[in-house]
């Protein structure tokens, strides 16, 4: 998320009422995650086992809930709750705005797109031209949409993303402060949900094609000439590269990387990285020529028995 304008180290620091090390005016300019920093971003870090990935990120301050030695270049941010703080400044940067209209004044769409009626588009959201949006939809705020866009009853543009820090009394939420970028020429089917970034951007790929009832995580991007079969489920910060194929049911982990026209067989369980221009299946996820053969191997197992009594 970058923010308007350029704020000093000071002023961040009083808005969420902590202690700072670094000159007080600092540049900062926005805040992100640690998988998507750049210079000028805020991020934070509350476990020490990620100190040093945080404090050595393209990240130029550090949200930190212990005093350690400021690396040259950068600024902290002492904290002693940094996760509930990185929430103030969401709040501050990006807070929730009430709406009671079905398309807002602020939202922008183009020529010669319809949006069926009970459509909800939020605040600041831009659709292009050419777009057709069926009943019922739900656009949440600083959704981004292109020309030619087709997206189906149901669906969910930007709900927040599923991210809980642990504590004694329950879990506590993660405030999103990011967007859905929909690019040209994608397909929605019905009943999808596409959450927005924590910081960043959930993006769909120009010409990507989407079928019913898929989930799509946090801060994932999915290429260009995707295509994403019924009831898969994508992780959040997933990385799918250009004219993938996914088929039913297919499950991914986070963070995980699907290599450039992939092809992904039913009910896979995507456990790891893979390359791209081959085909899987299985779980845990293998070359799906290799997993075959396994699992034809296993129905000779009781021949095998009887050979050997």
Sequence with gaps: MKFQKVYSLEAIANIIGCEYVGDKDFPVTGMNEIHVVESGDIVFVDHPKYYDKALNSAATVVLINKNVACPDGKALLISEDPFRD???LTNYFKPFQFSNVSIA????????TVIQPNTFVGNHVVIGKNCLIHSNVSIYDYTVI???VMIHAGTVLGADAFYYKKRPEGYDQL???????????VGIGALCTIDKGVTGDTTIGEGTKIDNQVHVGHDTVIGKKCLIASQTGIAGCVIIEDEVTIWGQVGTTSGITI????????QTGVTKSVEGGKSYFGTPIEESREKLKQLA??????????KLK
């Design 105 to 112: 004044a602020s939202a922008s769409i183009g020529e010669g």
């Design 146 to 148: 292109g020309d030619n």
């Design 259 to 266: 290599g450039a026209k992939a092809v992904i067989l039913g």
């Design 175 to 185: 405030l999103s402060g990011g967007r859905v970028v929909i690019k040209d020429n």
């Design 297 to 306: 191997n296993i129905k000779k197992i009781p021949e095998i028995l009887n």
């Design 86 to 88: 990185f929430n103030k």
